[in-house]
């Protein structure tokens, strides 16, 4: 059964940053892209950022680029999404998935932005 667990979420001030980690078993993360999406309490599931399958080239959503990077580590098949600079608007818990969300979402990673 392939199973998606992000971590890494947590409380932090706006100008921080975080680090997710999303691991995955039964399933090999380079064999394909993958994406890092994120909903807002009251909003629908966004796509954040997509790493396409060579590992090379990422796409970002507007409201992230510059600030977040997505990477993955294929020994440890993990993918990462490294948040910098952090504002109250990235609130919202995230999760990883193909770019076409074809396996069972996980349980997601709360992150918070406050003061």
């Known amino acids: 059964e392939v199973r998606l667990v992000e971590s890494g979420g947590g409380l932090v001030q706006p100008g921080e940053s975080l680090k997710l980690t999303c691991a995955a078993s039964?399933?090999?993360?380079?064999?394909?892209?993958m994406s890092w999406y994120r909903q807002a309490p009251g909003k629908e599931r966004e796509l954040v950022a997509t790493?396409?399958?060579?590992?090379?080239?990422?796409e970002y959503a507007d409201s992230v680029k510059g600030r977040f990077t997505i990477s993955r580590d294929n020994d440890k098949n993990i993918l990462y999404l490294q948040m910098n600079s952090l504002k109250p608007e990235d609130t919202a818990v995230y999760y990883c998935n193909t770019p076409w969300s074809t396996l069972d979402w996980g349980q997601g990673t709360a992150v918070t932005v406050s003061s």
């Open positions: 790493i396409v399958s060579d590992g090379f080239n990422s």
């Open positions: 039964e399933f090999t993360i380079s064999d394909c892209g």
